[in-house]
């Protein structure tokens, strides 16, 4: 059985990981990116004044992390927005109500929330990658919130071992390769090179988590299968139906 690359950063018993084994798939793990945390200290400095900020928005299960290790608590005046179901879901799960969750898992959809439910929001904190783009800050900004963007954590190129991937990509030993976020997507081109990165996908189907991850492909002239939820298990449960057999179905 070919494995399934898995490019976020995670340890063989990670989540994406563990959900595709536990559907009988072999797994491969490229971390294409890392994540640590933020030295600046200003996200501290956010949170020790918490209560000027009517709402948070939070696009990344590690921003969410990375608020709740230092505020364990959310504050009752303090409404909830987030990007996607797999944010949601560890909000919900670390005693978060979500207030506002747009339909489609992206920072646009979120603005277009906004606009339509939040006719006047005021001061918004955004904790965000160090890569995060300016589409949610900038958004809100001219809905006449007064956005306060902070880094909560960093992105980074991870260290591959390219050469063992290469190997895989020149035996065409690739399943299907999974893709989280966008910026795997962008630092898993440039680890590889272009040309290897276009020899694995045109071999092996690529499967995005959402919208966004799936643009960023698309900009390569890739065409993803999307997940059918913009989780870690829509991104797992897609990628098995993707490689069954045409006349087999999921149980």
């Known amino acids: 059985m070919k494995p399934v690359v898995v490019t976020r950063a995670e340890g063989a018993d990670g989540p994406l990981s563990s959900q595709l ?47 709740i290790e230092r505020l364990p608590v959310r504050p009752a005046t303090l409404k909830v927005a987030a990007v996607g179901q797999a944010t ?16 489609d898992s992206n920072a646009a959809a979120l603005v277009a929330a906004f606009e339509a439910q939040v006719p006047n929001p005021r001061s918004v904190l955004f904790p965000a990658s160090s890569r995060a ?11 006449g919130a007064e956005v306060v963007q902070v880094e909560a954590y960093r992105t980074e190129p991870a260290a591959l071992d390219v050469e063992e991937c ?32 276009e020899r694995l996908l045109r071999a092996a189907p690529a499967v995005a988590i959402g919208p966004t991850t799936a643009r960023e492909l698309a900009d390569r002239g890739r065409a993803p299968v999307l997940a059918e939820s913009a989780t870690l298990e829509g991104l797992a ?4 139906r993707l490689l069954q057999p045409r006349h087999q179905v999921d149980p």
Request: charged share 20%.
């Open 21 to 67: 084994r536990d559907l009988g798939l072999s797994v491969l793990l490229w971390p294409a990116v890392a994540t640590s945390p933020s030295e600046t200290g200003q996200l501290d400095a956010e949170l020790a004044r918490i209560g000027r900020f009517d709402w948070i928005v939070f696009a990344s299960r590690q921003a969410v992390a990375a608020v």
């Open 88 to 103: 949601a879901q560890v909000l919900n799960q670390r005693g978060w109500s979500v207030d506002l969750l747009p339909e």
């Open 133 to 143: 783009l300016p589409t949610i800050a900038a958004g809100l900004s001219q809905l």
């Open 166 to 197: 290469k190997s895989w990509i020149a035996r065409e030993a690739i399943a299907a390769v999974t893709f989280a976020s966008p910026s795997a997507v962008i630092e898993l081109e440039r680890s590889l090179g272009k040309e290897s990165f």
């Open 237 to 240: 449960r897609t990628t098995h």
